[in-house]
C-alpha cells in the first residue's frame, strides 16, 4: 500500500506538474493548471521606502480557458503614508494579465516550459508615482517566462518590458527565482517549499537601477497555498529620498 501511496504521487506529479511545487512569490512561472480551473489569489505587499510606507493588497482572480492559455484581472487598493505629503487610502491601478504557453518538454518527474506574457496597467490610481502600485498611467508590459522544475527543484527565469508611454517608469525587468521542496511528492499535496529570488529593475529614463532579493518560505496543502517573504535591496541605485528599505510579503491563493 506504501508503494502504490508514493507510485500515485508520482503520477499525480506528472500530470499535474504545478502541484508539485508552489507559484514563486515575488517571481512568476510558467507551469499552469489544467483548462477550465480558476485561481483567487492575493499578495500584499507592505513596502518601507525612505519617501514613506506603502500597503497594497490586489485581490487577483485567474482563469485558465485552455491548458496552455490564462487570463487574469488583478483589482487593487493602497494605503500609503508619503513624508511630507499625501496619506491616505484608494483603489490602486487594476491591472489585466494574460499568458500563453508556446513551449513545453516534459520528461521523468520533470519538465521545461516557456510562455509569452502580458500585463496591461490600467490609470485607475492616484498619481504616486509608485513603481508597480499606483502610478495613475497606463503600462504595457511584455515578456517572456521560462521554467524548469525536478523532483528536487525548481527554476524560474523572466524577462519583459514595462511601457509607460505618458511618464518616466519605463522599465527593463529580469527576475529570477529558486524553488526548494523541503518534502517529498505525496498525495494528498502536501508542500513546504523555500523561495531565493532576485529581481533585477533599470528604468531607462530616471537611470535608476536595483537589485532586490526576496527570501521566502511557503505552505501548500492540497489547493490552498500561503506565502511568506522578506525582500531587502542588494543594489540600491536610485535617487535620495526614494530608495527601498524592505518589503514583506503575505499571501495566499486557493485553486478550483
Same mark, same amino acid.
Given at each position: 500500500m506504501k508503494n502504490f501511496t508514493w507510485l500515485l504521487a508520482i503520477i499525480l506529479f506528472g500530470i499535474q506538474y504545478c502541484e508539485a511545487q508552489g507559484p514563486p512569490i515575488t517571481a512568476d512561472? /510558467?507551469?499552469?493548471? !489544467? !483548462? &477550465?480551473? $480558476? #485561481?483567487?489569489k492575493t499578495l500584499t505587499e507592505i513596502r518601507h521606502t525612505e519617501r514613506g510606507d506603502f500597503t497594497y493588497v490586489p485581490v487577483m482572480l485567474h482563469y485558465l480557458p485552455t491548458s496552455n492559455s490564462l487570463v487574469a484581472i488583478h483589482l487593487p487598493y493602497i494605503n500609503y503614508d508619503i513624508e511630507n505629503g499625501p496619506s491616505g487610502s484608494s483603489l490602486a491601478d487594476i491591472k489585466i494579465m494574460g499568458k500563453y504557453q508556446f513551449f513545453r518538454k516534459d520528461g521523468t518527474g520533470k519538465t521545461f516550459r516557456m510562455v509569452a506574457k502580458t500585463l496591461q496597467t490600467l490609470p485607475t490610481g492616484r498619481e504616486l508615482d509608485v513603481m508597480d502600485l499606483s502610478t495613475g498611467k497606463y503600462a504595457g508590459y511584455y515578456g517572456i517566462v521560462a521554467g524548469y522544475e525536478s523532483l528536487k527543484y525548481g527554476i524560474s527565469n523572466e524577462l519583459g518590458y514595462n511601457w509607460v /508611454? %505618458? &511618464?518616466? +517608469?519605463?522599465?527593463? #525587468?529580469?527576475?529570477? &527565482? $529558486?524553488?526548494? /521542496? +523541503? +518534502?517529498?511528492?505525496? =498525495?494528498? *499535496?502536501?508542500?513546504?517549499? +523555500? =523561495? $531565493?529570488? =532576485? #529581481?533585477?529593475?533599470?528604468?531607462?529614463?530616471? %537611470?535608476w537601477y536595483q537589485l532586490l532579493y526576496a527570501q521566502g518560505i511557503q505552505y501548500a496543502r492540497k489547493n490552498v497555498t500561503f506565502d511568506l517573504a522578506v525582500?531587502? /535591496?542588494?543594489? *540600491?541605485?536610485?535617487?535620495?529620498g526614494r530608495k527601498l528599505n524592505y518589503s514583506l510579503f503575505l499571501g495566499s491563493r486557493y485553486s478550483f
Open positions: 512561472k /510558467p507551469i499552469m493548471l !489544467g !483548462g &477550465g480551473s $480558476f #485561481t483567487a /508611454p %505618458d &511618464g518616466s +517608469l519605463d522599465a527593463l #525587468t529580469h527576475k529570477i &527565482g $529558486f524553488g526548494l /521542496p +523541503l +518534502l517529498k511528492p505525496q =498525495y494528498p *499535496n502536501k508542500q513546504i517549499n +523555500l =523561495y $531565493f529570488e =532576485y #529581481t533585477n529593475s533599470w528604468l531607462v529614463e530616471r %537611470d525582500q531587502v /535591496p542588494l543594489v *540600491n541605485d536610485i535617487e535620495a
